[in-house]
Nanobody, 123 residues
Framework: QVQLVESGGGLVQAGDSLRLSCATS????????MGWFRQAPGKEREFVAA????????DYADSVKGRFTVSRDNAKNTVYLQMYSLKPEDTAVYYC????????????????WGQGTQVTVSS
């Protein structure tokens, strides 16, 4: 059974940093492309960042480029999202997701999802 479990969310102030983790099990993690998405209340789920299975390719939404960094540790079956200079508009539930093949920005192309972790940034 595939499981993805996010952690690391919380309530922070604007300008602060957070690191999200997504621990996986039951997945051939080293062969999976991993993505981070977020969803704010009343909004659609949006792409944040993704990393290929060999870590040589990453992709970021324009809104987070230069502030967020995605990385993975294949030995720990874990993907991370380091977030710096957080803004109130980053407030959302953050989800990690896995798929086989290339990294993509479309959430419907991902096969496995975590339950999400709340990130709230106060101004």
């Amino acid at each position: 059974q595939v499981q993805l479990v996010e952690s690391g969310g919380g309530l922070v102030q604007a300008g602060d940093s957070l690191r999200l983790s997504c621990a996986t099990s039951g997945l051939a993690f080293s062969s999976a492309a991993m993505g981070w998405f977020r969803q704010a209340p009343g909004k659609e789920r949006e792409f944040v960042a993704a990393i290929s299975w060999v870590s040589d390719l990453t992709d970021y939404a324009d809104s987070v480029k230069g502030r967020f960094t995605v990385s993975r540790d294949n030995a720990k079956n874990t993907v991370y999202l380091q977030m710096y200079s957080l803004k109130p508009e980053d407030t959302a539930v953050y989800y990690c997701a896995a798929r086989w093949g290339f990294i993509l920005r479309t959430h419907t192309e991902y096969d496995y999802w975590g339950q999400g972790t709340q990130v709230t940034v106060s101004s």
